[in-house]
C-alpha cells in the first residue's frame, strides 16, 4: 500500500474462507468442505470455549504479518505493500470473522501513522469476503491454475481497481510520491495515455504483482499445514449441535408466510445502519460546508482589512483623478496585487466607489485571467449585487455576498474606507472561490461514504452472529418438533432425543424456549404412553367383557361350544389372506380388521333374547319357530345400537363392525338371506366374512341336531355356496388359507379363552 504519498490505496487484501469450515484441498483443487448450505456456509465441526483463544492466536498473528510485511516493504524501498498476506492467511484459515477482523484493523493500525489508510478500509473486507468465498470453494490450489489467477485477479481488481478510482476521488491524479507513481509518470511520458489511464495503469500492475505475491503465499501455506490445524483455527460459530447438510437445505426449503427471519434481519440491521450513515453523512457535510464558508469569510475579512488599512480616505478623489500620479498609488496598488496573489482561492481583491451610475475603479489587482480596471473606469452593477445597492450608495457596511456571477461562484465582502470626517469615500471588495468548497465537499462525501463502507461491510459479523445465535438454532427446533412421530414407543424415543441432540445453548431466551421445548416433549411422550397403557388396560378388559357376555349366550346354546371365538379366528384368517391378495384392500384397514376380530364373538348377542326351548331344541324347529330364531339377527343389532347411544364421541367404528355383523350375517349374496334380504356389496364385507366363518364353524361342529362334518365336507359346501350364499372372493380366500382353517378348527379355544381372560386380568 501506498503510505507515503497521496496514492494510498487499500490494505488490499484480506481474505477469508467462508463459514464452511477449514476446507480440505484435494488434489483436484476442490474444496472438500463439509456440508452447507447456499449463501453463508457452515462448518459441520462443533466448537469448544478454546476457539475464542484460538482466535485470538490468529488474529493477533495476522495483524503482526500484515505490520511487520509492509514496514519491512517500505523499508526495502520494494514497489509492492505485502500488507495483505497476514489477513489472507488468516482468512483462509479462520473464516470470514477473523478475516474481516484482521483486515479491518490492519488499515486501523496502519492509520496510527498515516490516517488516510483508513479510507480503504472497505476495500480491505471486500476483498477478506471474496477471498473467504474462494477459499471455502476449492480455489487455493497449485492443481487448479486457472483458479489461482481468478483469486488474483480478483484481489488486483478490487485493490488496484476500485482503489485506484477511490484515490481519484478523494485526491486526483497528481502523481504524488506513492508506490505507483514513478511508473505512472514512465507511462505517461511514454505517450501510452492520458494522466488518469497512466496512473490507473500503474496502480493494476502494482497491485497485480502484489496480489500475485499474496495467493501463492497463502496458497503454499494451506497446502503445507494439515487437516486437523486448519480445523483447530477454524471459527465456527455453532451455539448447537452443527445441522447437517439435508437439514440446512431442508431449513431453507421452508418458506415463510410473510418473510424469513433472516431477511428481517438483514434488513433491519441494513436499513439502520444506512438511516445512521445518511444522517452522519448528512450532518457532516452541512457542519464541513459551514465551517468552509466561515473560514473563507474570515480569510476574506482579514485581506479586506488589510487592503483598507493601506488606502488613504482622504485621497480617494486623487487615486481615481490622477491614477498611478497620485503620491502613494503605486505603494497600495503593490498591496493589492500582493493580497491577490496570497492564496489560491483569493480571486479578485479592488476598491470602487460606488454611485448611481457604477462602480468607479480606485485600485484593481491584475489576474491572470482578468486585466486590472484603470482608475475613474466605470464598471456595471452585478445583478446579484442589486438587493445591496442602496446600503453600498449610503455607505453602509452589508454582509458577506455569496454568488454565482459572469465571475464565477464566489464569496464577495465589502470593506468601507472612510476619510478622516468619516465619510465613506469607497469601499474594498475581495472575491474569495468557492469552487475549491465543493471540490473539497465532493472529497469528503467520498472520504466519509468510504469509511461508512467499510463499516457497513462490518454488518456480515452482526448477520454472522445471528444466523448462529438465533435463526439456526430456531430452524433446528423448527425442524426437530416439525418431523416428531408419537405412533410407536421407538418413534416417540426418537423424538425426544432428536430434541435433545440439538443441544442448544445460546445463554438467551431462544436456550429457554429450547429446554421448555424439551420438557413439553418429554411431558407429551409419557403422557402418550401413559394414555396407551390405559388404553391397553381397557381394550383387554373391553375383550374380556366381550368374550364374557359371548359366555353367558353360548350358556344358554349348550350345542355351540367354542362358536364364537373359532368364528373370530376365522374371520382374521379370511381378512388376512383378502389383503395378502389384494382384495378390499380400500377396506381392509388395520383399524377394521381389529374391529371385526374383536367384534366377532357379538354376531350372535341377539341370541340372548331367544327361548331356551328353542334355543336348545334337538329336533328341526318349525316355521314358527325358525322365525322367532331369524329374530336374533335383529335383536342383536337392536342391542348393539343401545350401546352406541351410550358412547360419546365418533370413536364407534368398534361398535358398528358389531352391529353389522349381528345384523347381516346371515344374508346371502343372491339376496335369499335375512332378514333385509340384501344381496352382493349391499352387505357389509365385515357381515360377508362373518357368514362364511359362521357356516363352515357350524358345519364342522357339533350340534344337538346333528354330527361334525369333515373338513374336506365343509370346505365343499364353502366352495358350492361361493357366488351365491358366499361372497366368492371372501369364500375363496377361506379356501386358499384352508391349511390356517385346519389349525383353528382342531384347537382346543377353552384354553385359549382361558389364556384371554388371564390377560386381561393383567394391569
Given at each position: 500500500m501506498e503510505k507515503n504519498g497521496v496514492h494510498n490505496h487499500a490494505e488490499e487484501s484480506s481474505e477469508t474462507i467462508t463459514e464452511g469450515g477449514p476446507a480440505e484441498y484435494s488434489g483436484s483443487g476442490q474444496a472438500q468442505q463439509p456440508a452447507a448450505a447456499p449463501g453463508i456456509q457452515h462448518s459441520l465441526s462443533g466448537k469448544s470455549k478454546s476457539d475464542w483463544k484460538y482466535l485470538l492466536i490468529l488474529c493477533v498473528v495476522g495483524l503482526l504479518i500484515n505490520y511487520l510485511l509492509a514496514h519491512l516493504a517500505t523499508g526495502l524501498h520494494l514497489p509492492l505493500y505485502l500488507d495483505n498476506i497476514g489477513s489472507a492467511l488468516v482468512a483462509a484459515l479462520g473464516g470470514y470473522i477473523p478475516g474481516i477482523i484482521v483486515g479491518f484493523f490492519t488499515n486501523i493500525l496502519n492509520g496510527i501513522g498515516d490516517y488516510t489508510t483508513a479510507y480503504y478500509g472497505s476495500l480491505t473486507v471486500l476483498i477478506a469476503i471474496a477471498s473467504a468465498w474462494f477459499a471455502n470453494h476449492g480455489f487455493y490450489s497449485f492443481r487448479k491454475p486457472l483458479r489461482l489467477l481468478a483469486v488474483i485477479a480478483t484481489f488486483t481488481l478490487i485493490g488496484g481497481g476500485i482503489g485506484s478510482l477511490?484515490?481519484?476521488?478523494?485526491?486526483?491524479?497528481?502523481?504524488?510520491?506513492?508506490?505507483?507513481?514513478?511508473?505512472?509518470?514512465?507511462?505517461?511520458?511514454?505517450?501510452?495515455?492520458?494522466?488518469f489511464w497512466s496512473q490507473f495503469l500503474a496502480d493494476m500492475l502494482i497491485d497485480l504483482a502484489d496480489k500475485t505475491i499474496t495467493v501463492l503465499v497463502v496458497t503454499t501455506v494451506l497446502q503445507i499445514l494439515p487437516a486437523s490445524l486448519k480445523e483447530r483455527f477454524y471459527f465456527a460459530g455453532w451455539q448447537q449441535a452443527p445441522m447437517s447438510k439435508e437439514k440446512l437445505l431442508s431449513a431453507d426449503r421452508k418458506q415463510p408466510r410473510l418473510m424469513s427471519l433472516r431477511s428481517k434481519i438483514v434488513i433491519l440491521v441494513t436499513a439502520a445502519m444506512v438511516i445512521i450513515a445518511l444522517i452522519v453523512t448528512v450532518i457532516s457535510f452541512i457542519h464541513f460546508r459551514t465551517a468552509a464558508v466561515e473560514e473563507q469569510q474570515e480569510l476574506a475579512w482579514g485581506v479586506a482589512n488589510v487592503a483598507s488599512d493601506a488606502i488613504d480616505g482622504d485621497r480617494v478623489d486623487d487615486y481615481i483623478r490622477l491614477g498611478e500620479a497620485a503620491d502613494g498609488y503605486a505603494r497600495v496598488a503593490k498591496r493589492f496585487n500582493d493580497l491577490a496573489g496570497s492564496t489560491e482561492s483569493i480571486q479578485y481583491v479592488y476598491a470602487y466607489r460606488i454611485l448611481e451610475d457604477g462602480c468607479h475603479v480606485v485600485f484593481d489587482a491584475d489576474?491572470?485571467?482578468?486585466?486590472?480596471?484603470?482608475?475613474?473606469?466605470?464598471?456595471?452593477?452585478?445583478?446579484?449585487?442589486?438587493?445591496?445597492?442602496?446600503?453600498?450608495?449610503a455607505g453602509k457596511e452589508v454582509p458577506p455576498i455569496i454568488a454565482h456571477g459572469q465571475y464565477g461562484w464566489l464569496l464577495t465582502v465589502y470593506k468601507p474606507v472612510y476619510d478622516s470626517q468619516g465619510a465613506c469615500q469607497c469601499y474594498v471588495g475581495v472575491d474569495v472561490s468557492m469552487d475549491h468548497i465543493t471540490r473539497n465537499g465532493y472529497e469528503f462525501l467520498a472520504r466519509v461514504v468510504s469509511l461508512f463502507f467499510g463499516f457497513f461491510l462490518l454488518l456480515t459479523a452482526a448477520i454472522w452472529f445471528a444466523e448462529y445465535n438465533i435463526i439456526l438454532p430456531i430452524n433446528a427446533l423448527d425442524l426437530a418438533t416439525g418431523s416428531s412421530v408419537y405412533t410407536s414407543d421407538e418413534a416417540r424415543a426418537k423424538t425426544v432425543q432428536n430434541i435433545v441432540d440439538l443441544d442448544i445453548r445460546t445463554g438467551d431466551e431462544i436456550e429457554n424456549l429450547y429446554h421448555s421445548v424439551t420438557k413439553t416433549?418429554?411431558?407429551?411422550?409419557?403422557?402418550?404412553?401413559?394414555?396407551?397403557?390405559?388404553?391397553?388396560?381397557?381394550?383387554?378388559?373391553?375383550?374380556?367383557?366381550?368374550?364374557v357376555l359371548a359366555d353367558?349366550?353360548?350358556?344358554?346354546?349348550?350345542?355351540?361350544?367354542?362358536?364364537?371365538?373359532?368364528?373370530?379366528?376365522y374371520t382374521d384368517i379370511i381378512m388376512r389372506e383378502l389383503k395378502k391378495e389384494g382384495i378390499y384392500t380400500d377396506q381392509l384397514t388395520d383399524d377394521f380388521m381389529d374391529d371385526v376380530v374383536n367384534s366377532a364373538p357379538l354376531h350372535d348377542i341377539g341370541k340372548i333374547q331367544v327361548s331356551d326351548t328353542i334355543l336348545?331344541?334337538?329336533?328341526?324347529?318349525?316355521?314358527?319357530?325358525?322365525a322367532i330364531m331369524k329374530t336374533h339377527t335383529t335383536a342383536g343389532a337392536e342391542i348393539i345400537a343401545h350401546a352406541m347411544n351410550t358412547v360419546s364421541g365418533d370413536d364407534t367404528g368398534y361398535l358398528k363392525?358389531?352391529?353389522?355383523?349381528?345384523?347381516?350375517?346371515?344374508?346371502?349374496?343372491?339376496?335369499?338371506?335375512?332378514?333385509?334380504?340384501?344381496?352382493?356389496?349391499e352387505i357389509p364385507l365385515s357381515a360377508r366374512i362373518m357368514a362364511v366363518a359362521d357356516?363352515?364353524?357350524a358345519l364342522v361342529s357339533r350340534r344337538s341336531y346333528k354330527e361334525p362334518f369333515p373338513f374336506e365336507k365343509a370346505m365343499s359346501i364353502i366352495q358350492e355356496g361361493a357366488g351365491s350364499h358366499f361372497d366368492p372372493q371372501v369364500a375363496g380366500a377361506f379356501l386358499r388359507a384352508a391349511d390356517e382353517v385346519r389349525q383353528?378348527?382342531?384347537?382346543?379355544?377353552?384354553?385359549?379363552?382361558?389364556?384371554?381372560?388371564?390377560?386381561?386380568?393383567?394391569?
Open positions: 477511490l484515490t481519484w476521488v478523494l485526491y486526483g491524479f497528481e502523481f504524488g510520491s506513492g508506490i505507483s507513481a514513478p511508473l505512472a509518470l514512465r507511462i505517461h511520458a511514454a505517450g501510452v495515455a492520458s494522466k489576474t491572470p485571467d482578468t486585466p486590472a480596471g484603470k482608475p475613474g473606469e466605470v464598471v456595471e452593477f452585478d445583478s446579484d449585487f442589486m438587493d445591496w445597492l442602496p446600503d453600498l450608495l416433549t418429554e411431558d407429551m411422550v409419557d403422557t402418550i404412553e401413559n394414555m396407551e397403557r390405559q388404553q391397553d388396560i381397557i381394550t383387554k378388559l373391553q375383550n374380556g367383557l366381550i368374550l353367558m349366550v353360548e350358556s344358554r346354546d349348550k350345542c355351540t361350544g367354542d362358536h364364537v371365538r373359532k368364528t373370530a379366528a336348545n331344541k334337538p329336533g328341526k324347529l318349525t316355521d314358527e319357530e325358525f363392525e358389531a352391529s353389522n355383523l349381528a345384523h347381516y350375517h346371515h344374508e346371502k349374496w343372491n339376496g335369499t338371506g335375512y332378514p333385509d334380504g340384501l344381496k352382493g356389496e357356516v363352515f364353524d383353528v378348527m382342531n384347537t382346543n379355544m377353552g384354553a385359549a379363552a382361558e389364556a384371554v381372560r388371564e390377560e386381561a386380568k393383567k394391569p
